[in-house]
Nanobody, 123 residues
Framework: QLHLVESGGGLVQAGGSLRLSCAVSGRTLSAYAMGWFRQAPGRVREFVAGISWSGGGTYFADSVKGRFTISRDNAKNTGYLQMNSLKPEDTAVYYC????????????????WGQGTQVTVSS
């Protein structure tokens, strides 16, 4: 089984940037697709970004296209979500997940989840 731990969340002003990290242990990350999801109060958990096991395919929610970048460093067993041009609407708890990733946008495609990290974007 995988254990995933997010870090890098915090408070940032609108227009700023944050980089979230997802450290993986238990298994090598290379065998898994990785996804990032977020959940704001009163809203369902939604897909943010995903990356294939090889890193050759990346996918983004329409709301973050052009602003967020997903990457992975399999040698370090770590995934990243670079978030630029942040908006107050991006405020949520962000979760990283590992799994088969098919369909990559679905939470059901992931078996392992981190504990979440809070991202708050002020106006």
């Amino acid at each position: 089984q995988l254990h995933l731990v997010e870090s890098g969340g915090g408070l940032v002003q609108a227009g700023g940037s944050l980089r979230l990290s997802c450290a993986v242990s238990g298994r090598t990350l290379s065998a898994y697709a990785m996804g990032w999801f977020r959940q704001a109060p009163g809203r369902v958990r939604e897909f943010v970004a995903g990356i294939s096991w090889s890193g050759g395919g990346t996918y983004f929610a329409d709301s973050v296209k052009g602003r967020f970048t997903i990457s992975r460093d399999n040698a370090k067993n770590t995934g990243y979500l670079q978030m630029n041009s942040l908006k107050p609407e991006d405020t949520a708890v962000y979760y990283c997940a590992g799994g088969r990733g098919t369909p990559i946008r679905s939470p059901t495609a992931y078996d392992y989840w981190g504990q979440g990290t809070q991202v708050t974007v002020s106006s």
